[in-house]
């Protein structure tokens, strides 16, 4: 047999008078059942039962006042086979929380994170004895972080009532991640659950640069823009694609992955604008034939890229912000005394762009025979890391596969891409000589040419002077012997 | 005094109002600090930290001196007039609490001394001696603090019954004091009346001093107060206090006695009933607290809560940190509270003091850690001035080594936390605390020793490291 009495309801209220009695004897109730409305001063308090089991014999009545830490009911618990010592969970003595004009019920129930449940049987008021079986809503938190300031006890409490709680934020969440509070600082405000940083220091410590590098690659992988995003930008819910017929799954391979990642952090990082031009390779294109066995013999195969890595290494000589990368972090441009040409190769397994160092210094037969051995590696997977970095510029030739114009994403920290899509003959008007006929569209073989590049380095302007640049080399071959 | 409007309006000048208002000053907004006191200093100052330590100053060079007898020295038993050292103990909260005003002035904090009523959540009401002022504000952050918990069954009206502010006010030196409650408080001021010469009992109703803190950091407190005090009761109740002619008669769950004064220190509360709260939408808690976000930005977006009146623990220096936290919030920047270890000290003869985990807590909650101790029966400097009463110890992560708790108790103790708190909050190893020179002969070296101690490797204690 329990007792059941009335609860603390707050600060300074003793009494309390009774509203409503929401139960009779011989009642079966449950733990957090409302058993009665007590009226204070303050606000109308719904008491919910701490104890489980058959009312035997209910001692209050309406309109009576009743004081904290009378009896309200006797309760058979033995029915309920409620053997251990019953937590108190009452409701919140919220009563003196509330506004005294609000006579709203208060249902909510103890925050029970608050009276952990080994601090339950607590005696509402010093006098009683500890062993002293009453149930009464939960009181401030014994013992929390005694200090300068103060002394959290509100009443002595029995010993094992008294969880030990120093002054310690993080006790229930583990220890905080190894990071200074500057360093912890940083990460909140750019965004980066410094719990999610992998710490390079000793004993995982987290050093400034880690969360910085975390955050680049956040960047990089969710693509998004705005830093603080970056917890929110996961991957949206997909739909049930089987709802519409069969589907077939495949792994993301991790090229294709970390080419996601590449492609999405450049995508996001550098403000793209893509320029087209049309060049006449008629000439060109004679010249290739004519040489072509010259350079197969060689162990090279005289392609339009290999001659476009040459026209690319020789412009970015006369247009050397082509050539840079931008540091945004130091505010700086990096431009680069060397020429570096990357060549996007299409394999079985996801875009790959090898390197052609030095392409500048290279003859273009030297640079046919590299872009082919190259090429065969990246097929076999035979590339190195080594040969995939370094790159100034870079071009992407789709033409032997079709297309007119494209947008390539300039490949990042580069600032500038050239691509190149199917050649076709087309009318050209040609003007005939001043004193002559006015002229005659004649057939020529024209090549699609699309630049883009970061416009925080390269202006419109410029782009547009490069690419004719580019142009004319391409119309003229000779030019590039000529300045290059 | 005329109607005001204010960016920043302050509700409490204690040691997180007062540090508000100057850091929003700093930041170039305009504030005004409210308080009933004539200066700003709050409870810290005028009625707690301050004041009591003041008071323990003097304690010790008493007990020192006494114990010089030790030594070859002997001085004469001191002849105590209180009514000076009630002044000097005055002298020391006059100093700083004027100290706090003139900063006020010189950061052009408009101070107003008065009693505040909101009027809503951007104005409040003042009664001041000079009238009645309004004020409004775009910001206002609630530093209300608390008071002294009465539990009704311990208050008599009687002025042999004293609390914390009362106590240190000094009326008398009792013959016989009752100090109710064994939490910091108690037995700080305890302290103070037992040097003095008072008889001292304490009775706490659990079954040891100082909740929340270790035992074996306790035991060595409690085996000098054992000397201090006339006597200990521990797991007992006070169940009845009633005045007599010749004192206050007082009943424990175990027997009964006569004290001439009983000082009750069982806990603090939350100055949470702040008048015309319910015209704004900040919430108060079940326990009287005014919840806060991680910003402490209560309910009511522009009103924030930091201090005692915004949660545990109530001490002067969360209140401050919060207060930080707080203003930068107001200027819009991404701060929280997100403190790793929060320092607790209990300014007794030892101190004890102790941050982050402790073992207990580690041992609740189910967290594996090792623990180091370094006795101070093996540091130099304690030996020197004879007080080798003290334990460091460092509660650290098994694998990492990482410092998750420190703990001291000992001659100086409070000082000495500083260094551990730091640690836990860089994240250092046991290693870092190693590898870091210490200055010898001091104090300080019982923390790296302690570390020393983690990996069997003690210069003064002989402990091989098991495994």
Same mark, same amino acid.
Request: charged share 25%; glycine share 10%.
């Given at each position: 047999?329990? %007792?059941?009495?009335?609860?603390?309801?707050?600060?300074?209220?003793?009494?309390?008078?009774?509203?409503?009695?929401?139960?009779?004897?011989?009642?079966?109730?449950?733990?957090?059942?409302?058993?009665?409305?007590?009226?204070?001063?303050?606000?109308?308090?719904?008491?919910?039962? +701490?104890?489980?089991?058959?009312? @035997?014999?209910?001692?209050?009545?309406?309109?009576?006042?009743?004081?904290?830490?009378?009896?309200?009911?006797?309760?058979?618990?033995?029915?309920?086979?409620?053997?251990?010592?019953?937590?108190?969970?009452?409701?919140?003595?919220?009563?003196?929380?509330?506004?005294?004009?609000?006579?709203?019920?208060?249902?909510?129930?103890?925050?029970?994170?608050?009276?952990?449940?080994?601090?339950?049987?607590?005696?509402?008021?010093?006098?009683?004895?500890?062993?002293?079986?009453?149930?009464?809503?939960?009181?401030?938190?014994?013992?929390?972080?005694?200090?300068?300031?103060?002394?959290?006890?509100?009443?002595?409490?029995?010993?094992?009532?008294?969880?030990?709680?120093?002054?310690?934020?993080?006790? %229930?969440?583990?220890?905080?991640?190894?990071?200074?509070?500057?360093?912890?600082?940083?990460?909140?405000?750019?965004?980066?659950?410094?719990?999610?940083?992998?710490?390079?220091?000793?004993?995982? @410590?987290?050093?400034?640069?880690?969360?910085?590098?975390?955050?680049?690659?956040?960047?990089?992988?969710?693509?998004?823009?705005?830093?603080?995003?970056?917890?929110?930008?996961?991957?949206?819910?997909?739909?049930?694609?089987?709802?519409?017929?069969?589907?077939?799954?495949?792994?993301?391979? +991790?090229?294709?992955?970390?080419?996601?990642?590449?492609? +999405?952090?450049?995508?996001?990082?550098?403000?793209?604008?893509?320029?087209?031009?049309?060049?006449?390779?008629?000439?060109? %294109?004679?010249? =290739?034939?004519?040489?072509?066995?010259?350079?197969?013999?060689?162990?090279?195969?005289?392609?339009?890229?290999?001659?476009?890595?040459?026209?690319?290494?020789?412009?970015? =000589?006369?247009?050397?912000?082509?050539?840079?990368?931008?540091?945004?972090?130091?505010?700086?441009?990096?431009?680069?005394?060397?020429?570096?040409?990357?060549?996007?190769?299409?394999?079985?397994?996801?875009?790959?762009?090898?390197?052609? =160092?030095?392409?500048?210094?290279?003859?273009?037969?030297?640079?046919?025979?590299?872009?082919?051995?190259?090429?065969?590696?990246?097929?076999?997977?035979?590339?190195?890391?080594?040969?995939?970095?370094?790159?100034?510029?870079?071009?992407?030739?789709?033409?032997?596969?079709?297309?007119?114009?494209?947008?390539?994403?300039?490949?990042?920290?580069?600032?500038?891409?050239?691509?190149?899509?199917?050649?076709?003959?087309?009318?050209?008007?040609?003007?005939?000589?001043?004193?002559?006929?006015?002229?005659?569209?004649?057939?020529?073989?024209?090549?699609?040419?699309?630049?883009?590049?970061?416009? =925080?380095?390269?202006?419109?302007?410029?782009?547009?002077?490069?690419?004719?640049?580019?142009?004319?080399?391409?119309?003229?071959?000779?030019?590039? +012997?000529?300045?290059? | 005094?005329?109607?005001?409007?204010?960016?920043?309006?302050?509700?409490?000048?204690?040691?997180?109002?007062?540090?508000?208002?100057?850091?929003?000053?700093?930041?170039?907004?305009?504030?005004?600090?409210?308080?009933?006191?004539?200066?700003?200093?709050?409870?810290?100052?005028?009625?707690?930290?301050?004041?009591?330590?003041?008071?323990?100053?003097?304690?010790?060079?008493?007990?020192?001196?006494?114990?010089?007898?030790?030594?070859?020295?002997?001085?004469?038993?001191?002849?105590?007039?209180?009514?000076?050292?009630?002044?000097?103990?005055?002298?020391?909260?006059?100093?700083?609490?004027?100290?706090?005003?003139?900063?006020?002035?010189?950061?052009?904090?408009?101070?107003?001394?008065?009693?505040?009523?909101?009027?809503?959540?951007?104005?409040?009401?003042?009664?001041?001696?000079?009238?009645?002022?309004?004020?409004?504000?775009?910001?206002?952050?609630?530093?209300?603090?608390?008071?002294?918990?009465?539990?009704?069954?311990?208050?008599?009206?009687?002025?042999?019954?004293?609390?914390? #502010?009362?106590?240190?006010?000094?009326?008398?030196?009792?013959?016989?004091?009752?100090?109710?409650?064994?939490?910091?408080?108690?037995?700080?001021?305890?302290?103070?009346?037992?040097?003095?010469?008072?008889?001292?009992?304490?009775?706490?109703?659990?079954?040891?001093?100082?909740?929340?803190?270790?035992?074996?950091?306790?035991?060595?407190?409690?085996?000098?107060?054992?000397?201090?005090?006339?006597?200990?009761?521990?797991? #007992?109740?006070?169940?009845?206090?009633?005045?007599?002619?010749?004192?206050?008669?007082?009943?424990?769950?175990?027997?009964?006695?006569?004290?001439?004064?009983?000082?009750?220190?069982?806990?603090?509360?939350?100055?949470?009933?702040?008048?015309?709260?319910?015209?704004?939408?900040?919430?108060?808690?079940?326990?009287?607290?005014?919840? #806060?976000?991680?910003?402490?930005?209560?309910?009511?977006?522009?009103?924030?809560?930091?201090?005692?009146?915004?949660?545990?623990?109530?001490?002067?220096?969360?209140?401050?940190?919060?207060?930080?936290?707080?203003?930068?919030?107001?200027?819009?920047?991404?701060?929280?509270?997100?403190?790793?270890?929060?320092?607790?000290?209990?300014?007794?003869?030892?101190?004890?003091?102790?941050?982050?985990?402790?073992?207990?807590?580690?041992?609740?909650?189910?967290?594996?850690?090792?623990?180091?101790?370094?006795?101070?029966?093996?540091?130099?400097?304690?030996?020197?001035?004879?007080?080798?009463?003290?334990?460091?110890?460092?509660?650290?992560?098994?694998?990492?080594?990482?410092?998750?708790?420190?703990?001291?108790?000992?001659?100086?103790?409070?000082?000495?936390?500083?260094?551990?708190?730091?640690?836990?909050?860089?994240?250092?190893?046991?290693?870092?605390?190693?590898?870091?020179?210490?200055?010898?002969? #001091?104090?300080?070296?019982?923390?790296?020793?302690?570390?020393?101690?983690?990996?069997?490797?003690?210069?003064?204690?002989?402990?091989?490291?098991?495994?």
């Amino acid at each position: 047999m329990t %007792e059941f009495k009335v609860p603390e309801l707050g600060e300074n209220v003793e009494s309390a008078d009774v509203a409503r009695v929401l139960v009779n004897v011989g009642d079966t109730i449950k733990k957090e059942q409302p058993v009665l409305e007590l009226e204070t001063d303050k606000a109308t308090i719904e008491v919910p039962s +701490s104890v489980a089991g058959v009312i @035997r014999e209910v001692k209050v009545k309406k309109g009576e006042k009743v004081q904290v830490g009378a009896v309200i009911l006797t309760v058979d618990d033995s029915a309920s086979g409620n053997g251990t010592a019953p937590a108190s969970t009452a409701a919140a003595g919220a009563a003196a929380a509330k506004p005294a004009d609000t006579r709203d019920k208060q249902t909510e129930e103890a925050p029970r994170e608050a009276a952990p449940k080994e601090a339950a049987p607590q005696p509402a008021a010093a006098e009683r004895p500890p062993d002293h079986k009453v149930l009464s809503m939960p009181q401030r938190p014994s013992g929390a972080g005694r200090g300068e300031a103060a002394e959290a006890r509100q009443a002595p409490a029995p010993a094992e009532a008294a969880p030990p709680s120093p002054p310690q934020m993080r006790a %229930e969440r583990g220890p905080a991640a190894p990071a200074s509070p500057s360093v912890r600082r940083l990460a909140r405000e750019i965004g980066i659950d410094i719990n999610q940083v992998q710490g390079s220091g000793a004993a995982g @410590r987290i050093s400034l640069d880690d969360v910085k590098e975390k955050a680049r690659r956040v960047l990089s992988s969710v693509g998004s823009a705005a830093p603080s995003a970056a917890g929110a930008a996961r991957a949206r819910q997909l739909p049930d694609f089987q709802k519409w017929g069969d589907v077939d799954r495949q792994p993301w391979s +991790s090229i294709r992955r970390s080419t996601s990642e590449h492609l +999405s952090y450049a995508w996001n990082a550098i403000p793209h604008v893509t320029q087209f031009d049309k060049a006449d390779v008629t000439v060109l %294109e004679a010249l =290739r034939k004519a040489h072509k066995d010259r350079v197969e013999k060689a162990g090279g195969n005289l392609t339009v890229t290999a001659i476009l890595v040459k026209v690319l290494a020789t412009a970015v =000589r006369q247009f050397p912000q082509f050539n840079a990368s931008l540091d945004s972090e130091r505010g700086e441009i990096v431009y680069k005394k060397y020429v570096n040409i990357g060549v996007a190769v299409d394999t079985d397994r996801g875009l790959l762009v090898p390197v052609i =160092r030095d392409a500048d210094r290279k003859n273009i037969t030297e640079i046919a025979v590299e872009v082919n051995q190259l090429s065969a590696r990246a097929r076999d997977r035979k590339l190195t890391l080594d040969e995939m970095s370094g790159g100034g510029m870079s071009i992407s030739n789709l033409g032997g596969i079709g297309g007119t114009y494209f947008t390539p994403i300039v490949n990042w920290p580069e600032v500038a891409i050239l691509g190149v899509s199917r050649g076709a003959t087309e009318p050209l008007w040609v003007p005939g000589p001043p004193a002559g006929p006015a002229g005659a569209f004649e057939p020529r073989l024209m090549l699609p040419l699309s630049l883009s590049y970061d416009h =925080r380095v390269i202006d419109g302007a410029d782009a547009i002077r490069f690419l004719r640049w580019v142009v004319e080399a391409i119309e003229q071959p000779f030019l590039l +012997s000529l300045i290059g | 005094m005329a109607d005001v409007s204010v960016q920043v309006a302050v509700l409490g000048a204690g040691p997180g109002g007062y540090a508000a208002a100057f850091y929003a000053a700093d930041l170039g907004m305009q504030v005004a600090l409210v308080d009933e006191e004539k200066n700003p200093g709050g409870v810290c100052l005028y009625r707690g930290c301050i004041p009591s330590k003041a008071l323990l100053h003097v304690a010790k060079v008493i007990d020192e001196a006494r114990h010089a007898n030790a030594w070859g020295v002997t001085f004469a038993e001191p002849a105590i007039d209180v009514d000076r050292l009630r002044a000097f103990k005055q002298g020391v909260v006059n100093k700083l609490t004027s100290g706090v005003g003139s900063v006020a002035r010189l950061r052009k904090v408009t101070f107003v001394q008065g009693r505040a009523t909101l009027t809503g959540p951007t104005s409040m009401s003042i009664a001041g001696a000079a009238g009645a002022s309004t004020l409004r504000f775009e910001h206002l952050i609630l530093a209300t603090g608390s008071q002294p918990t009465r539990i009704p069954s311990l208050t008599l009206d009687s002025p042999r019954m004293l609390d914390s #502010t009362s106590g240190l006010e000094l009326p008398d030196i009792p013959k016989t004091l009752l100090v109710i409650g064994g939490g910091y408080i108690g037995l700080e001021l305890g302290t103070v009346y037992a040097t003095l010469g008072s008889k001292v009992s304490v009775v706490e109703m659990t079954s040891g001093l100082l909740p929340g803190a270790d035992r074996d950091l306790v035991g060595v407190l409690e085996k000098r107060l054992k000397g201090l005090f006339s006597q200990i009761m521990l797991n #007992t109740r006070v169940e009845k206090v009633a005045e007599e002619k010749n004192g206050i008669r007082v009943t424990f769950s175990s027997g009964e006695s006569v004290f001439d004064r009983v000082l009750v220190a069982v806990g603090r509360r939350p100055n949470s009933t702040i008048p015309g709260l319910e015209t704004t939408r900040v919430k108060v808690d079940a326990k009287g607290f005014v919840e #806060t976000d991680p910003q402490r930005r209560t309910a009511e977006p522009n009103i924030f809560a930091i201090g005692d009146v915004a949660g545990e623990p109530m001490l002067a220096h969360k209140a401050s940190h919060e207060a930080r936290v707080a203003v930068e919030a107001i200027a819009g920047h991404k701060a929280v509270f997100e403190p790793a270890a929060i320092p607790a000290v209990v300014f007794t003869d030892p101190e004890l003091a102790w941050a982050g985990l402790t073992e207990a807590q580690a041992e609740a909650g189910g967290i594996e850690v090792e623990v180091a101790k370094f006795p101070w029966g093996a540091a130099s400097r304690a030996i020197t001035v004879d007080r080798p009463d003290g334990l460091t110890k460092l509660v650290l992560e098994p694998k990492t080594g990482r410092v998750l708790g420190v703990g001291v108790v000992g001659s100086g103790a409070g000082e000495l936390i500083a260094e551990g708190v730091l640690a836990i909050e860089m994240g250092a190893t046991a290693d870092d605390l190693k590898l870091t020179i210490h200055p010898h002969p #001091t104090l300080s070296e019982t923390l790296m020793e302690s570390a020393e101690v983690f990996f069997g490797q003690s210069t003064h204690v002989y402990k091989p490291r098991k495994k």
